[in-house]
């Protein structure tokens, strides 16, 4: 029905930067918040960063000044920018969506995860 595909992940090294894309597909009407989540090795779930689709943006506190998010309504795309990564950015990146499908049913997306694994 709705599709997130995520991508950008991969191996970096402290101090460095990573741009993780999600692009949303399938049967959207309108796409409201938007958000980036994730969980490290051990740790619950938390939740990253969220924007609205007037582009109102919120971070968690350890990620505020080093993180990013934007999107581009046209592409159902957000975007996560990542500068100056620590080793406790290591974990498994989630994309979300708030989707209100062509049949104007709402619907709480999930990308399937990309691994950023920051370390030397």
């Known amino acids: 029905q709705v599709q997130l595909v995520e991508s950008g992940g991969g191996l970096v090294q402290p101090g460095g930067s990573l741009r993780l894309s999600c692009t949303a597909s399938?049967?959207?009407?309108?796409?409201?918040?938007m958000g980036w989540y994730r969980q490290g090795p051990g740790k619950q779930r938390e939740l990253v960063a969220t924007i609205t689709r007037d582009a109102i943006t919120t971070y968690v506190d350890s990620v505020k000044g080093r993180f990013t998010i934007s999107r581009d309504n046209a592409k159902n795309t957000v975007y996560l920018q990542m500068d100056s990564l620590k080793p406790e950015d290591t974990a498994v990146y989630y994309c979300n969506a708030d989707v209100i499908t062509v049949w104007h049913n709402t619907l709480d997306a999930w990308g399937q995860g990309t691994l950023v694994t920051v370390s030397s």
């Open positions: 399938g049967s959207i009407f309108v796409i409201a918040g």
